[in-house]
């Protein structure tokens, strides 16, 4: 009998439910981070903001950028294409503890349904064309998961954007 009133009270506590909150990695990150990087805005707002960036390269008149965005939680590059103090376009290398349903629907209760889906062995890729822009979202699944890059760039454009040119610096390797 005493071991009774030993043994319950502890399964009692044992088995309280616990008020514990989990929550995503990027639990404090909103997509509307990227606003400021977007395609015509000027430069000069996204320079107070984050400060000045490193220079990646230079053709002519448009420099590629680079700016880092971080907080507590997380930090990441955002390569920026401009002209003449005006964005042209950007890429976003997400990071890869950020979990792909948070991300994918804050792009889709902004965004709506997207235009166009392709699966490439266990890489996603999405498309809206919000014209003038179109915005690439890219993820891939192993055990979890996880976004691999968000872009924006104007569908008519004479400069080639970011994405082109990775793609183009890939296929020669």
């Not at 616990?18 to 981070?33: G, H, I, R």
């Not at 002519?60 to 042209?88: A, D, W």
């Not at 349903?101 to 209760?109: E, S």
Request: aromatic share 14%; with cysteine; proline share 7%.
């Amino acid at each position: 009998m005493l071991k009774l009133f030993i043994i319950l009270p502890c399964l009692l506590l044992k088995f309280q439910p616990l008020n514990a909150k989990v929550e995503a990695p990027n639990y404090s990150f909103n997509n509307d981070t990227f606003e400021d990087f977007m395609p015509g805005r000027p430069l000069k707002e996204l320079n107070k903001k984050l400060g000045t960036p490193e220079e990646m390269s230079k053709n002519f008149q448009v420099r590629t950028l680079k700016y880092y965005v971080s907080n507590v939680r997380y930090k990441f590059p955002v390569l920026v294409q401009e002209q003449e103090g005006v964005i042209l376009d950007f890429h976003a290398r997400l990071p890869s503890y950020f979990l792909h349903d948070t991300f994918f629907k804050g792009l889709r209760d902004k965004l709506g349904k997207q235009d166009s889906y392709k699966k490439t062995g266990e890489e996603a890729y999405y498309t809206w064309e919000k014209p003038p822009l179109r915005h690439i979202y890219s993820a891939a699944c192993t055990i979890t998961c996880f976004p691999i890059f968000y872009a924006v760039q104007k569908i008519e454009s004479e400069e080639p954007s970011i994405n082109e040119k990775m793609k183009k610096a890939n296929s020669t390797n």
